[in-house]
């Protein structure tokens, strides 16, 4: 099962990715304007955009667990699923700064100091720009794959304010956000003892 998994993705381009995950902004921009969001569309509009930015965030932590502990190989899709997550990321706070907030730059800025939710989400996007910026191939290159590497773990920091901002964000005890941190947690636990296995392994063979 997992061989066919295996040579099905290989014929899937990259460019297919950023299409499929781009084609819900446009739906959704219509729904917006066709009151298919309810009678807040503009809070609907963020929330779609910002539950879509954590999802792909999410989904960016499974691909490495995806590979070791069942062995589909999504490796070649892991870039463009952070670039996406942080477009979508970006679109989420275009639309509270330009439509929610109306451009009112010192009620957002008061907003973010006082809003432990805001504060937190523009932490987590403020950790995505440099991984964005560095999500090519010159970047690379230039930095050296381990100082990458290392860089590219901010997203572990990132995913975590993105769990954060959204279960501070929802009034009450919601089930939804909670599953999403509990996700979170279970696949940075995972990252974690893989990390400790493979140092085990290093130490053993020096040994």
């Not at 963020?46 to 999504?74: D, K, S």
Request: glycine content about 6%; hydrophobic content about 55%.
């Amino acid at each position: 099962m997992t061989d066919t998994v295996n040579r099905a993705v290989r014929f899937v381009p990259k460019w297919l990715v950023y299409i499929l995950c781009l084609l819900p902004v446009p739906w959704f921009l219509y729904l917006a304007q066709t009151g298919g969001l309810g009678r807040e569309p503009i809070k609907a509009l963020e929330h779609e955009l910002g539950e879509i930015a954590l999802q792909l965030l999410v989904f960016g932590l499974c691909v490495t667990p995806l590979r070791e502990h069942i062995g589909i190989n999504l490796m070649k899709f892991r870039r463009a699923i952070g670039v996406l997550a942080f477009i979508y990321v970006t679109l989420h706070l275009a639309v509270w700064i330009a439509l929610d907030m109306s451009l009112l730059w010192s009620q957002m800025w008061a907003d973010i100091w006082k809003r432990p939710y805001i504060t937190i989400g523009m932490a987590g996007f403020v950790a995505l720009i440099p991984l964005a910026i560095t999500s090519n191939n010159y970047s690379v290159q230039k930095l050296g794959g381990a100082v990458w590497r290392r860089l590219h773990k901010i997203t572990y920091l990132a995913v975590i304010l993105g769990g954060v901002h959204y279960l501070w964000l929802v009034k009450g005890i919601q089930l939804e956000p909670i599953l999403y941190m509990a996700a979170i947690l279970v696949l940075l636990a995972l990252r974690v003892a893989s990390a400790r296995k493979k140092a085990a392994k290093r130490v053993a063979k020096t040994a």
